[in-house]
């Protein structure tokens, strides 16, 4: 009886195999399916907290039993994993085993205190992470104390595989660390918060540094790593302060290429740094006269073959883009502007006209992209921003003459003269706190015309209204097709010739 038992479970799970479409797949592809589905897995384990059943992959393992063999048979599926720790005690045996599944895949693990910082009860899940240490590739350290963090990295056999860390903690949070025992950590990729050289950067080295993420830093020790970082490319300062009084030293690092700088005070930073490889400048430091001259002198010592300068500015007041015009301000490549002060209107004509293509001197021409984040739009603001760019010649030509169909048409610069300055790219989006959309926003219909003159001359053109509403799509259904537009906009003149 036991066997026939068992001969009609395979028959029945046979039936399910064959009726269901997705296990008709090859394996290779219902793991692959399986792995993108399931995200980030999150451990946090404790006797009378089961959530980690709730887990991902543990559910698409319990779906069926061919599921759960591809799951287990599938390491991807458990190398990337978030460890919560907690006052609960924990039970290391979990996380041994869902580790063990990963099979000898290199491992992403996030450490997260839920309680920011609340001690481990379980201290067996420290040996049990270092057993497999071997295998690391990422780490990630949120709210995790000092004592954690030391257990876990000092005297550590074999550090070689560690690419990439992450390190967040509150400001004071973590004490003086203990002096560092064992080799030093050469990650290729370095993220903190509120770090310093007193609370842990002496367990690591930086001469395979090749991304620096750093929040709250002190400039010694930023000029300190940059000194060191003989490979480093890419490099984001997002707030500095100074430690000690002391002079700096003044570094030169070959290898920098993009450098991202958010900073309250340049002249705190740049002074110190020469960077002859930069490429990439991106800027959203608020900015006042002695800045404008740090980050100018900057660019003028480092004499770097820079492609791109991005500059992002939040105009709260009228006087916050005048910056913008001041003679030794960056020619800017990219150009992003949020307007958030009281009259918005004002201030975005006056960008507008500042920029327009029509000029004497025409300002930043290499400006290439320009992004504008406001509240609303009105026909004399469109009027405005369409003066940016160069006239066609559609637009000179008598209007019984205008192109009615966009195939037949070869839209040219109205002057014979190379372009004094080529936008690849405009973008306007509206952001009003109501989220409600306003068609007032939407442009007129000459408008309208010469926004798509301006796109077919090779220009992107992403016009976004409150909601998320394609402007210019909404202006197609009011005014319809091209050619009915250009229809309509002939009879507008021919009546108002009349």
């Known amino acids: 009886i036991a066997q026939l038992a068992a001969k009609r479970k395979d028959v029945h799970r046979e039936i399910n195999r064959r009726l269901s479409l997705i296990n008709r797949l090859a394996f290779e592809l219902i793991s692959r399916i399986l792995t993108l589905s399931t995200g980030s897995n999150r451990v946090s384990v404790s006797p009378d907290d089961e959530s980690y059943k709730w887990r991902a992959v543990l559910l698409l393992g319990a779906v069926c039993r061919e599921w759960r063999e591809i799951t287990l048979a599938t390491p991807h599926l458990w190398s990337t994993v978030n460890i919560w720790l907690g006052r609960k005690e924990l039970w290391s045996n979990i996380a041994n085993e869902w580790l063990q599944r990963s099979g000898a895949l290199p491992l992403s693990i996030t450490f997260t205190y839920a309680k920011y910082g609340e001690p481990i009860v379980d201290f067996d899940l420290i040996p049990v992470l270092r057993s497999h240490s071997i295998r690391w590739k990422s780490l990630t350290f949120k709210y995790v104390r000092e004592g954690t963090f030391y257990r876990l990295l000092d005297n550590l056999e074999d550090t070689r595989h560690v690419e990439t860390i992450r390190i967040y903690c509150k400001t004071g949070s973590w004490g003086k660390m203990r002096p560092f025992m064992g080799e030093p950590i050469r990650p290729k990729t370095f993220h903190w918060s509120n770090f310093s050289s007193e609370t842990g950067i002496a367990y ?262 409150n909601g998320g509403i394609d402007l210019l799509q909404f202006a197609k259904k009011i005014y319809g097709s091209e050619l009915e537009a250009r229809q309509q906009y002939q009879q507008q003149m021919t009546e108002d010739s009349l």
């Open 204 to 465: 690591f080295k930086w001469d395979n540094l090749t991304h620096l993420v750093a929040g709250q830093i002190h400039i010694d020790d930023l000029i300190d790593i940059l000194r060191q970082a003989i490979k480093i490319q890419h490099c984001i300062i997002e707030f500095s302060m100074r430690e000690n009084e002391h002079q700096l030293v003044p570094i030169v690092n070959m290898s920098l290429m993009h450098l991202v700088i958010n900073v309250w005070d340049l002249t705190d930073v740049l002074p110190f740094l020469t960077l002859p490889s930069l490429q990439i400048l991106e800027c959203s430091s608020p900015m006042n006269e002695d800045d404008i001259d740090v980050l100018a002198d900057f660019i003028d010592r480092s004499q770097a073959p820079l492609q791109d300068v991005i500059y992002y500015l939040e105009v709260r007041y009228h006087t916050s883009a005048a910056i913008l015009w001041h003679p030794r301000f960056p020619n800017v490549t990219h150009l992003k502007l949020d307007i958030i002060c009281e009259d918005p209107t004002t201030i975005k004509i006056n960008i507008f006209e500042l920029l327009a293509y029509d000029r004497d001197e025409i300002e930043h021409p290499s400006l290439q992209i320009i992004k504008l984040v406001t509240y609303c739009m009105t026909p004399t603001v469109w009027s405005h921003f369409i003066n940016m760019f160069p006239q066609i010649l559609a637009e000179q030509t008598p209007h019984e003459r205008l192109p009615t169909n966009s195939s037949d048409t070869d839209l040219m610069p109205f002057s014979d003269s190379p372009l004094r300055r080529r936008l690849s790219k405009a973008c306007i989006i509206l952001d009003h706190r109501s989220g409600i959309f306003d068609e007032r926003d939407v442009m007129e219909l000459h408008q309208y015309l010469r926004l798509l003159d301006i796109q077919k001359s090779g220009v992107e053109l992403e016009l976004i209204g």
